[in-house]
């Protein structure tokens, strides 16, 4: 069974800077694409960062130069490093696993989420 357990979310003032990690078990994670994703409220969930199993991260326009998405194979962990937090990066935020099936097509696996909050 897939689990992907996310944490370092918080309370932080606006300028500041927080470390998400998502810790997967369950799957092969080397093989799997993993991305975060957050939702604030009354919002669609929209995708930040992106970090394909060869690695390459990519991300929204919103967090380019902030936001630094890298896993760490042997650990089973993706991490998001958040810097020059603002206030509309309040959100919770998902890890996502990507995991390839036999043949073709690939299942999504999500995690419960961790809620980042920016505040003065």
């Known amino acids: 069974q897939v689990h992907l357990v996310e944490s370092g979310g918080g309370l932080v003032q606006p300028g500041g800077s927080l470390r998400l990690s998502c810790e997967t078990s369950?799957?092969?994670?080397?093989?799997?694409?993993m991305s975060w994703h957050r939702q604030a409220p009354g919002k669609e969930r929209e995708l930040v960062s992106g970090?394909?199993?060869?690695?390459?991260?990519h991300y929204a326009d919103s967090v380019k130069g902030r936001f630094t998405n890298s896993r760490d194979n042997a650990k089973d962990t993706v991490y998001l490093q958040m810097n020059d937090l603002k206030p509309e990066d309040t959100a919770v935020y998902y890890c996502?696993?990507?995991?390839?099936?036999?043949?073709?097509?690939?299942?999504?696996?999500w995690g419960k989420g961790t809620q980042v909050t920016v505040s003065s």
């Open positions: 369950g799957t092969i994670f080397e093989r799997n694409d």
């Open positions: 996502q696993a990507e995991e390839p099936q036999c043949g073709s097509g690939v299942h999504d696996y």
């Open positions: 970090i394909p199993a060869d690695g390459g991260a």
